[in-house]
């Protein structure tokens, strides 16, 4: 299960007749951060001086930013299927569920209130404001009262309770007491009976063997169960009670490898129910090149790139904060790296032109030809991870005494993927969170057709 953590700034305290400024979506497995969205929002109604005051978001600021209906459904694609996480969460849960409501987006999603999970797993404190248990858990904030660092405050508390949480008391605060099982009528109880519980990948099919429901799963089992769970109400989950008669299963060894052949299988057979599958995300570029005068410039370029490039993320503060950094840190002249910083009167331009080219001479990118090496489905394999180009192209199970780097040894194992850039970010956001992950330079030849 994934949870969507949350939060928003707003015009005022009533989802009924005040607006959102701001929102952060964050998506955690509840260890690893595999997304991210933020947004300042135009409401369309005048921001009050006092709301402006404690959240810093002016009228100013929202002039121009979108309104929420052109980014509800991105919201809506977000937060869908998903564990609604906010501190406080009937506040955000409000606003939110209204708005995409209203824009056409509604969602049913379970909740779950870190107030309430902070007072069930850390007992007997006067406080549970967001900044108490920050400050008790040893958190930093460094942008209280907007809306992404409050979410990334608010996903970092998530992760250490359920850490600290040895019962799984968070099951009971979304869940309540355990449902009874409701299997759809043309599901045999054997067929459930018989599911692993395991990572990997199911396909929910019709009496006709049609697919009509992709989805990944760390304990495939588990997740069956929370599908069926109860009486549902929601479409989707009427249409699977309805139509699903049979439920294959590829185990994957990892949730991770589970996310990307999800992904990709999705995108291969595009089931009737999973309409909420992401379109592939915005690429930043931090490109550079010579202007009329000669001098280098560097940049932010959003979606295709021609030029040349340092690097690629999926964000734009990302990309924004890496700028500034670089800036600061190689001391090169802000009037030409699109930044509003003090000049310093020692960079001339002469200076500027020699430590840029300094900085682009011994800057190191990431590999974009590798595997990743994984546990996997027995102790005489290992799973591999082909990356190309940044894109996920494949996976495999190869025997221990067999791996190679050399891809036409690899490629009698290999399962091909259909690359996508959301997989891109998947293998992005594992690559910074795994600091003893063992991957290898693969080497590929010219024109090579891989699958």
């Known amino acids: 299960m994934l949870f969507a953590v949350?939060?928003?700034?707003?015009?005022?305290?009533?989802a009924n007749n005040s607006k959102i400024t701001e929102i952060a979506v964050i998506i955690t497995d509840g260890k690893e951060i595999l997304d991210s969205y933020e947004s300042l929002d135009d409401p369309g109604i005048h921001i009050p001086n006092f709301i402006t005051n404690l959240t810093g978001i002016t009228n100013q600021m929202v002039e121009g930013a979108p309104d929420f209906n052109h980014i509800a459904q991105r919201v809506s694609e977000l937060l869908n299927d998903k564990i609604f996480v906010a501190h406080n969460v009937n506040f955000d849960y409000s606003f939110v569920k209204k708005q995409l409501d209203e824009a056409g987006f509604p969602i049913t999603d379970k909740k779950m209130c870190t107030v309430k999970y902070s007072r069930k797993v850390t007992p007997?404190?006067?406080?549970?404001?967001?900044a108490n248990n920050c400050l008790r858990l040893g958190i930093t904030n460094n942008a209280a009262h907007r809306a992404m660092g409050d979410t990334k405050a608010t996903t970092i508390l998530l992760h250490k309770l359920l850490v600290l949480d040895t019962i799984e008391e968070w099951k009971t605060q979304v869940y309540g007491k355990q449902k009874e099982l409701n299997l759809p009528t043309h599901l045999e109880s054997q067929v459930f009976n018989n599911l692993p519980e395991e990572p990997g990948v199911y396909y929910m099919k019709d009496k006709l063997g049609k697919i009509q429901y992709i989805g990944k799963a760390k304990n495939i089992k588990a997740r069956i169960q929370q599908h069926f769970s109860g009486s549902k109400t929601d479409s989707k989950s009427q249409a699977l009670y309805r139509t699903i008669a049979d439920i294959h299963t590829v185990l994957t060894g990892t949730e991770f490898l589970a996310l990307l052949v999800e992904d990709s299988e999705i995108r291969k057979h595009w089931?009737?129910?999973?309409?909420?599958?992401?379109?592939?995300?915005?690429?930043?570029h931090l490109s550079y090149y010579k202007d009329q005068n000669n001098n280098w410039r560097l940049c932010i370029v959003k979606g295709k790139l021609t030029g040349q490039k340092l690097l690629t993320v999926f964000s734009w503060l990302e990309a924004r904060e890496i700028l500034m950094e670089l800036v600061k840190q190689h001391q090169l002249h802000p009037d030409y790296c699109q930044v509003k910083l003090p000049v310093n009167e020692d960079v001339t331009e002469e200076f500027h032109n020699y430590n840029f080219q300094t900085m682009v001479d011994s800057y190191v990118q990431d590999p974009i030809n590798f595997v990743i090496w994984e546990e996997g489905l027995s102790p005489n394999e290992t799973a591999f991870i082909l990356i190309k180009d940044g894109l996920f192209f494949g996976h495999g199970f190869i025997p221990n005494d067999k791996t190679s780097t050399n891809y036409t040894q690899l490629q009698p194992y290999v399962t091909p993927s259909i690359p996508s850039g959301m997989s891109a970010k998947y293998v992005a956001s594992y690559l910074q969170s795994k600091s003893n992950l063992s991957i290898s330079i693969i080497q590929y030849q010219e024109n090579m057709l891989l699958f």
């Open 6 to 14: 949350v939060d928003i700034e707003t015009t005022g305290g009533s």
């Open 124 to 130: 007997g404190h006067k406080s549970y404001s967001l």
């Open 271 to 284: 089931p009737p129910l999973n309409k909420a599958q992401k379109s592939n995300p915005t690429k930043f």
